[in-house]
């Protein structure tokens, strides 16, 4: 079986036209699938139907303050913001990155020094919480975050972008439960809060794939009327079973 990885999703909030023609051609040109949105109020609508990997957010909007947006943004969302704006003060700066930030780079910036941020702040969100390690073992399956593969037994398993995303956002909360409300914000967006079939209905497939036994997972477990839980141990086994949902 094959994988092909999903591709990476970019939301571009720029007011300025020309600004924002210029770095969906050079983002598209690196691969990215590109978002756009011309003000904080499309941006939000944007944020919360899309799947979206990464946000590029200007802070001179016309309706709203980016930082405002960046606030917004971070009650449902851990997804990396990188700041474009030509404010360039210290203070400015440290307020962007205060709202929930993750890098700042201020107008004109080189294509080049862009990519190279997109880079490494994919390359962090890619990691997990276990000591910074890209890579999650448990029994036979294999989840490499920052190549967005998984092997069972030593083969890729086939799975669709958004079995991929509800994966990963267990995966960077290993053993810790996720709330099913978190998992829906992340994956669907804030749009999908209340649509707990969805998440039912992907976990029953996640369990299809990666799980010996699926109707008695010891991998992915439900939480009764809290959550789900990507359970490992140190040693990368199972430490108990669960009924599935």
């Known amino acids: 079986m094959s994988l092909r990885a999903p591709v990476t999703r970019v939301l571009l909030v720029e007011d300025e036209e020309p600004i924002r023609r210029f770095l969906v051609t050079t983002l598209e040109a690196e691969g990215y699938e590109v978002f756009e949105a011309a003000n ?3 941006g939000e609508t944007l944020a919360g139907n899309r799947r979206i990997d990464v946000f590029l957010v200007d802070l001179g909007l016309p309706d709203r303050d980016g930082v405002d947006l960046i606030r917004q943004l971070r009650t449902w969302t851990q997804r990396p913001i990188l700041v474009l704006s ?3 003060q210290e203070r400015q700066k440290v307020d962007a990155l205060d709202a929930g930030a993750d890098d700042y780079l ?3 910036f080189g294509v080049d020094e862009l990519h190279a941020r997109l880079r490494v702040a994919l390359r962090h969100a890619a990691q997990t919480t276990r000591a910074g390690a890209s890579t999650l073992r448990i029994g036979d399956v294999r989840i490499d975050l920052e190549t967005k593969t998984v092997y069972r037994a030593g083969l890729v398993v086939r799975l ?5 995303r509800l994966l990963e956002a267990l995966a960077k909360r290993a053993d810790r439960v996720v709330t ?5 914000h992340e994956v669907w967006g804030p749009g999908y809060a209340e649509q707990g079939h969805y998440l039912r209905i992907y976990i029953r497939q996640l369990r299809q794939k990666l799980e010996v036994q699926p109707a008695s997972p010891v991998l992915l477990l439900t939480e009764t009327s809290v959550g789900y839980r990507l359970l490992v141990q140190s040693d990368g086994m199972p430490l108990r079973s669960a009924a599935s949902s």
């Not at 669709?160 to 991929?164: H, S």
């Not at 099913?180 to 829906?184: A, V």
């Open 40 to 42: 904080a109020l499309e």
């Open 160 to 164: 669709t972008a958004t079995e991929w």
């Open 106 to 108: 201020s107008k004109p």
């Open 86 to 88: 030509a404010r360039s």
């Open 180 to 184: 099913s409300r978190q998992l829906l």
